[in-house]
């Protein structure tokens, strides 16, 4: 590893090593998390607190979030990722790159500060108000590790300003706002996206429990959980809800269990069909993103129909999980290269010298 690629990684590492301290969230564990007991502590306190400022965000969902940056921030992760890209030093022209971020998870937005501030440019930042405590914390704590950071982002608190480029993510509504207020930088505009998984009646319970995961982590409100599954002809469902019942407490979440609650009022009042065991609600259908609290499943005759139908719906779709796909239970331990919606983010911000456009 060259020095000046080591001088990227290193403070990233560390972070990553200390979030892994911060997920297990027990007594302070000395410096050698890098932090002093009073830093350590404060953000202890934002992981058991923040579920006051939004319901979804429990400390259990926030420390998932962590352990998961803690696996992909290493530093062998860190050089493979970069190591893809001729990365520039724009210390003395940096540009100002904005970033519109999603809070439909704890540190959704994590990867596009990352990516601009690893890159070599400057960060200019507009967290969604659901997710508005956790990066300005990690960004603090990656400050005392390289101190040059402090210069390289700046947190709006409300309208976007100041950017020569901007990376937004939001709704498939929003997505045209942004296309037309952003026309003339270099832009990244992501819209909604879901997941999905492919069932060929092979698979064992274990294999079924990860996709439980995949399904009930978060709740259920990311791009990148399965909002829709796909079983062949005769698939016994039972099957699926036995390996999936020790997800059962998750109704216990009142949010979660409103959603539950009114989706099943509504699909019931127009009489669909419904398969219910007791915390998430499968229904057959055509669509693939389902409200949350639920599942919508469809049969598939053959291998050929599921590749049609992966094809059609494919600037719908964030992931694929099954066999031959991504593996049951790894949908939300995505590798730092695996960027949402299939665009390179880092080339992106390598090129942006050249006033490169990508629309999402």
């Known amino acids: 590893m060259n020095d000046y690629l080591d001088q990227r990684i290193s403070p990233w590492a560390q972070l990553g090593a200390t979030m892994g301290i911060l997920a297990e969230s027990g007594p302070w564990p000395g410096y050698e998390s890098g932090l002093s007991e009073e830093e350590y502590l404060s953000f202890l306190q934002i992981i058991e607190t923040h579920y006051q400022y939004n319901g979804w965000f429990t400390q259990e969902n926030i420390r998932k979030a962590l352990w998961a940056w803690n696996k992909a921030l290493t530093a062998e992760n860190l050089k493979t990722w970069l190591s893809a890209y001729e990365l520039k030093d724009f210390s003395n022209d940096p540009k100002n790159v904005g970033l519109i971020c999603a809070g439909n998870i704890p540190l959704v937005g994590f990867h596009d500060v990352l990516s601009v501030l690893i890159s070599g440019h400057k960060a200019i930042i507009k967290l969604s108000s659901d997710d508005n405590r956790l990066i300005p914390a990690l960004l603090n704590i990656l400050c005392v590790f390289e101190p040059a950071y402090k210069e390289r982002f700046e947190l709006m608190p409300r309208k976007l300003e100041g950017h020569d480029a901007v990376i937004a993510t939001g709704s498939n509504n929003t997505a045209r706002y942004f296309n037309y207020y952003f026309r003339d930088v270099p832009h990244i505009i992501r819209k909604s996206r879901t997941s999905i998984a492919v069932l060929d009646g092979t698979e064992t319970k274990a294999e079924l429990t990860e996709l439980g995961h ?6 259920g409100l990311g791009c990148r959980n399965v909002s ?9 469902i039972n099957r699926f809800f036995e390996a999936i019942y020790d997800f059962h407490p998750i109704v216990n979440h009142n949010k979660y269990a409103n959603n539950y609650d009114y989706n099943k009022a509504v699909w019931l009042l127009n009489c669909e069909n419904l398969l219910d065991n007791g915390f998430i609600l499968l229904k057959e259908e055509k669509r693939i993103a389902s409200p949350t609290g639920s599942l919508y499943f469809e049969h598939y005759a053959d291998r050929e129909s599921i590749t049609r139908l992966l094809n059609e719906h494919e600037h719908e779709l964030q992931c694929v999980i099954g066999k031959g796909f991504i593996e049951f239970g790894e949908s939300q331990a995505p590798h730092l290269w695996d960027y949402a919606d299939g665009v390179d ?12 456009s990508i629309i999402g």
């Open 228 to 236: 829709k599954i796909y079983v062949p002809q005769g698939y016994d």
């Open 214 to 219: 995949d399904i009930f982590d978060y709740f």
């Open 345 to 356: 983010t880092m080339s992106f911000l390598s090129e942006l010298h050249k006033k490169q």
